[in-house]
């Protein structure tokens, strides 16, 4: 009996005697232990540089979707702003030829009906214009702005100053802001 005593205290002192082997093992798993948290360090560091790009690019996607609202925006206000332009520039010849067919001498009554009848029309067009934000260019008696005038002629004039329009030989309009066609005028030099 006593030597089966001493035999399972011997077999229970084995058990906890740690082989070469399993010594390596522990010392590799508290090497492990002590680089985890270095491991996690830099996940973590990693992610919260993931986490900034990101954040970047959302915020860049955020800034390009803003202006583009803003670009979609002024488009269309430019749109509604200048929509009736295209049609106004097709009738200023027509304008242009009621006004010289205004400038003519009525010799009789049937003449001057015509003529009477030509002005009203010529008079709602342009009320039509002036509804629109359509207005004449002002020039004679002017100074000459290359924006809003067109010299076609040069000439000496001491009645006006250096470089003002002396004479208008075509009305120019402009669309709110918009020149649609420039003033053709003489310039004094």
Request: negative net charge.
């Amino acid at each position: 009996m006593a030597e089966e005593k001493q035999t399972k205290e011997q077999d229970q002192l084995k058990g906890t005697e740690v082989t070469e082997e399993e010594q390596v093992n522990l010392e590799a798993d508290g090497q492990a232990e002590e680089s985890q948290p270095v491991q996690f360090e830099k996940q973590i560091k990693e992610l919260q540089e993931r986490l900034e790009e990101q954040e970047n690019k959302y915020l860049r996607v955020q800034a390009d979707f803003e202006n583009y609202k803003r670009r979609a925006r002024l488009d269309l206000e430019a749109a509604e702003k200048y929509r009736s332009q295209r049609m106004i520039s097709e009738l200023l010849p027509a304008l242009d030829n009621f006004e010289r067919a205004l400038e003519i001498e009525a010799d009789n009554e049937q003449t001057k009906n015509l003529l009477q009848g030509m002005e009203m029309v010529r008079r709602q067009i342009l009320e039509a214009f002036k509804n629109e934000g359509v207005e004449q260019i002002p020039s004679v008696g002017e100074q000459f702005d290359p924006n809003l005038h067109q010299a076609v002629m040069q000439v000496e004039d001491e009645a006006y100053e250096s470089n003002a329009i002396v004479e208008e030989l075509q009305k120019g309009y402009k669309l709110k802001d918009r020149v649609i066609r420039p003033s053709m005028v003489k310039v004094n030099q």
